[in-house]
């Protein structure tokens, strides 16, 4: 029997003969989420997938290629492992049906059964399903086709041996009552009850007479037949305990903690390998959680609708952590979700490059400005009302975090520590430190916001490493920490007093860069039209424009210069868009302009703009504004200006030009 101490996870074998998706990966992502929380929190975890690779359409294709089924399965085992590690799956194992060890164990299992005389030969005429490899019964079958996959079913008449699975029925149904978390999440529990306790439990054939079928393990007691593949497949989940750790370890582990599977074989992992473990003597699994479906834009996921989400292309083109976020962020775990590009960006602009690299750019470039770059002590209260509400969500959040891990609930463990992201953002927003920084009566203030930040910062490093690893180790790195995610954090990791102040940060590159609509992108340089000269556009409304002011009226009385009126023609040659600003800084030794990098639809710009007056280069970044994207390039202080920003003032600069909704970046503004 296993130790409270360990966390045995496992994903279904998947069949070698499908292509990796987006189905695939998120099962397997689910698992190394909780093994990576696990092994953080001290438990002894060992998780494994792998491959089914038996079965007579593997067989078929082997044929069709015209080489040996295991030739076949050697050529296609790699998509999987690799598609793995670029995920960055931590399993501990990767167990192959065709693996000798494997295929003997099974063959133990299947003589300990018969010798039990649990198992039993019996002629049998039912309807087939090449495509499942499972025989249904007439009234299971509607206009000839399989309930499952929909494809013709063909009537077979032969000798196979069937399991003793029925007798079973009763002890599986008080299994089922007694063990609430057996089966998960409730709707799938209520499913399997509901197939139980309204329809006699039947016994299974688990056998395939070698003229049919011969690519399978063979039934130690009849060399004529080959075993059911589900029996075979199932048995992965203890046999590989036994030959692929270093030493056996089926009395450490089993049974095991979590079964993931699609809700589309749950039937087989809570009513056959139920049984089975029951007919050996061996213990079942603690819980067997079926999650929910993808589809596609609203439809369902095929190759002959050519909607099939490639995790590969996800990740180069979004990101490795991106897409693993995504996947948990968008549904709750357990039910059906759908996949949209337009959802997959909106999550990461909106949660992950204005969320937590947000607060990371906006803290590490304050502690750089106003602290010499080392996070300083707490001092006096900034916003007792805010702090005491960042201290009191983050003290919680831990314990929060751990029940969710412990329920599978993945996107409310998300929610919990986006409910702390947007805490700190107001905070900033409100305390602002660039003008606490002007006064030093408020520095006290100031060393406050900066540690308190910083505190939240490192908290969610530990916190979100499970779902996104790559991003956990550039936060803490970039925060100054050398954190080992290989092993178990020590507990104070999790507790908000954790010492931090006198770290040392080290900024780097931002954690995830704004995702552009394609459709509504800024033109390429090639693209854009001749650009208007400055001298067309009104001085006191483009206050930050790479040009000298305009020359004051030679007059005693204030006066407004004449408006300089242009056509129609004239005005549609300016391209106006809106823009999102990306970083912000001051320009050396001048008090007035700020160098801004901002992003236009497809391309970043850098905008050289006279604000520094009015605005800390902190309080601008993720605004949207608005800029004039044709203006010709011109230089300020040796720094290239690529356009101009939008602000109303006279003499001086009294507020930018922005965009109160949510629009994305290179938006025409009419």
């Not at 075979?232 to 582990?253: C, E, G, K, M, T």
């Not at 996107?411 to 305390?431: F, P, T, V």
Request: glycine residues 6%.
């Amino acid at each position: 029997m296993s130790s409270q101490n360990t966390f045995y996870i496992t994903t279904p074998i998947y069949y070698v003969n499908d292509v990796p998706h987006i189905g695939h990966a998120y099962t397997t992502v689910a698992a190394d989420v909780l093994a990576r929380y696990w092994r953080l929190r001290g438990r002894d975890v060992f998780f494994l997938t792998g491959l089914d690779e038996h079965g007579q359409k593997v067989q078929q294709a082997a044929a069709k290629a015209g080489i040996d089924p295991q030739t076949h399965c050697d050529k296609l085992a790699p998509q999987f492992q690799t598609l793995w590690k670029r995920l960055n799956i931590s399993n501990n194992a990767f167990i192959r049906t065709t693996d000798q060890q494997h295929k003997n164990i099974v063959q133990q299992y299947l003589q300990k059964l018969y010798d039990n005389q649990l198992i039993y030969k019996a002629d049998y005429t039912g309807w087939y399903c090449t495509f499942d490899e499972r025989f249904w019964t007439e009234k299971d079958v509607e206009n000839g086709l399989c309930p499952d996959c929909k494809r013709p079913v063909e009537q077979i008449s032969e000798h196979n041996y069937f399991f003793k699975m029925g007798q079973y029925q009763d002890r599986l149904i008080e299994h089922i009552r007694q063990q609430p978390n057996f089966v998960c999440p409730e709707s799938r529990r209520n499913e399997v009850l509901g197939f139980l306790t309204t329809q006699k439990l039947s016994d299974l054939s688990i056998s395939r007479p070698k003229s049919r079928l011969s690519w399978g393990i063979e039934l130690p007691f009849d060399r004529d037949y080959v075993t059911y593949v589900w029996f075979d497949a199932l048995v992965n989940y203890i046999s590989a305990l036994d030959y692929l750790p270093p030493s056996p370890s089926q009395d450490r582990y089993w049974p095991a903690s979590v079964h993931l599977v699609g809700k589309d074989i749950l039937t087989t992992h809570a009513v056959y390998w139920s049984t089975m473990l029951m007919a050996l003597n061996l213990p079942l699994p603690e819980t067997i959680f079926a999650h929910g479906w993808w589809t596609v834009d609203g439809e369902k996921m095929s190759k002959s609708r050519g909607n099939v989400v490639d995790p590969n292309q996800m990740a180069d083109e979004f990101g490795v952590d991106a897409f693993r976020y995504f996947l948990f962020r968008e549904v709750p775990f357990g039910q059906d979700g759908d996949f949209s590009q337009a959802a997959m960006v909106g999550s990461i602009n909106s949660d992950l490059a204005n969320g937590i690299g947000n607060l990371l750019s906006r803290t590490l470039t304050m502690i750089e400005r106003f602290a010499e770059g080392t996070i300083p002590e707490a001092d006096q209260p900034a916003l007792p009302t805010l702090e005491e509400q960042i201290v009191k969500v983050a003290r919680t959040l831990p314990l929060r975090i751990e029940r969710g891990f412990t329920e599978l609930a993945f996107r409310d463990n998300i929610q919990s520590a986006w409910e702390l992201i947007g805490y700190c953002d107001e905070y900033i927003d409100k305390a602002a430190p660039w003008k606490l920084a002007k006064n030093p009566d408020s520095h006290g203030q100031l060393r406050t916001v900066l540690n308190t930040t910083a505190r939240a910062l490192r908290l969610l490093a530990v916190l979100l490493y499970p779902y996104m690893p790559q991003t956990a180790a550039q936060l803490t790195q970039q925060l100054g920490f050398a954190f080992d995610f290989s092993k178990a954090l020590p507990e104070n990791s999790y507790e908000w007093n954790a010492p931090i102040a006198g770290v040392k940060i080290c900024k780097g590159p931002g954690l995830f860069p704004r995702i552009e609509s394609k459709s509504q992108g800024a033109n390429t340089v090639s693209d854009i039209p001749k650009p208007l000269q400055p001298a067309t556009a009104t001085p006191a409304t483009a206050a930050t424009a790479p040009q000298s002011p305009a020359p004051s009226a030679p007059s005693s009385t204030p006066q407004a210069p004449p408006p300089i009126q242009i056509t129609i023609d004239e005005f549609v040659k300016i391209q106006l868009k809106t823009a999102k600003v990306v970083s912000a800084e001051r320009v050396p030794k001048s008090e007035k302009l700020l160098k801004l990098q901002v992003s236009i639809g497809s391309e970043q710009r850098q905008i050289v703009a006279g604000i520094g007056k009015k605005y800390e280069p902190e309080a601008l970044v993720g605004k949207t504004i608005i800029v004039v994207a044709n203006l010709k390039p011109a230089k300020l202080m040796g720094i290239e200006s690529q356009g101009m920003v939008l602000a109303a003032g006279d003499s001086e600069v009294r507020g930018l030009a922005t965009i109160l909704e949510e629009v994305d970046p290179g938006t025409k503004v009419k």
